[in-house]
């Protein structure tokens, strides 16, 4: 019997400018969640660099699944990130279905836009094939461009209900059963996460702090900590509240850096605060 949970993120190696892996591993481990790993790519830094590197792994993924296989080993929940390309979508859709088994979890952040664009390594096909991918979760957790990109529906800086529900049951009709979707904000000051459990239709929010300063990875702050909530046992809402509280402290920790935008936040400093607060809610 195995207590401790093991999961496995997809997605790349950025060396530099603390996104992705960088931060899914320290994170989701900090948490007490075994993290295993299936790189997708490797770069010098993440793509808001300029002159970045990019090795694409894509020809790695299929034999190290096999091998995988072979050994018989299996995860608690995958995890999916920035993938690297449009070739190896169908590598990582058919990886869900080797690995998919009775009360695993697959969540997919679909990273590919921010702020209204798509990321510059992305063609525009790239988001009907990241559709088929989100297809295949139990939950994703896209912001609010990447849901536009997803479900065709305008990208809109002025939100309120009506257009964040209506944004949710699109994106539940794409496949999975728990959306929840991030950067929503009816008020200023307050920005937070709205989501839908597509069975029971029932909808949840949570707002925290809307801090004055935007730095690269914290989405991926933001699910890593959601992923290791949930294998913490935590119900969808408090994990999400966790994810969205650990971000805003990170962010805090971040403000007086300067360039820390490109870098990405310091998420490291506000590791105390989230294991206070897991450990204030014991597994
Ligand atoms: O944080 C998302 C992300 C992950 N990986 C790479 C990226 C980005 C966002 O730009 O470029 C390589």
Redesign the pocket.
């Known amino acids: 019997m195995r207590f401790l949970k093991r999961i496995v993120s997809i997605?790349?190696i950025?060396c530099v400018?603390k996104?992705?892996l960088t931060?899914a591993l320290p994170i989701i481990s900090a948490m007490g969640v075994e993290c295993s790993i299936l790189p997708t790519?490797v770069?010098s830094t993440?793509?808001?660099f300029s002159g970045?590197t990019?090795k694409d792994l894509t020809d790695q993924i299929s034999p190290i699944a096999a091998h995988w296989q072979e050994r018989e080993l299996g995860f608690d929940a995958i995890y999916t990130?920035?993938l690297?390309s449009a070739q190896q979508i169908d590598d990582v859709c058919a990886f869900f279905d080797a690995f998919r088994r009775e009360g695993s979890l697959i969540v997919v952040d679909p990273?590919m836009a921010?702020n209204g664009k798509l990321?510059p390594?992305f063609g525009p096909d790239f988001p009907a094939q990241m559709a088929r991918v989100c297809a295949k979760a139990d939950l994703i957790l896209p912001n609010l461009t990447e849901a536009s990109l997803l479900t065709g529906l305008p990208y809109r800086t002025e939100q309120d209900e009506d257009y964040i529900k209506e944004m949710l049951q699109a994106l539940a009709a794409l496949g999975p059963r728990y959306v929840a979707l991030t950067g929503v904000s009816f008020e200023p000051g307050k920005l937070g996460v709205m989501y839908y459990d597509k069975e029971t239709g029932v909808y949840g929010s949570y707002f925290a702090e809307h801090l004055p300063a935007s730095f690269?990875?914290t989405?991926?702050v933001f699910a890593s900590t959601c992923v290791g909530g949930l294998m913490r046992g935590m119900a969808l809402g408090d994990a999400l509240a966790l994810a969205a509280d650990y971000t805003v402290e990170s962010i805090r920790m971040t403000l007086d850096t300067p360039d820390a935008n490109w870098y990405g936040v310091e998420f490291e400093r506000a590791i105390p605060y989230l294991v206070r607060r897991i450990t204030e809610t014991p597994q």
Do not use: N
């Open positions: 997605q790349d950025s400018g996104c992705s931060v790519a770069l993440h793509t808001m970045f990019c990130g920035y690297a990273v921010d990321y390594a690269h990875g989405g991926d």
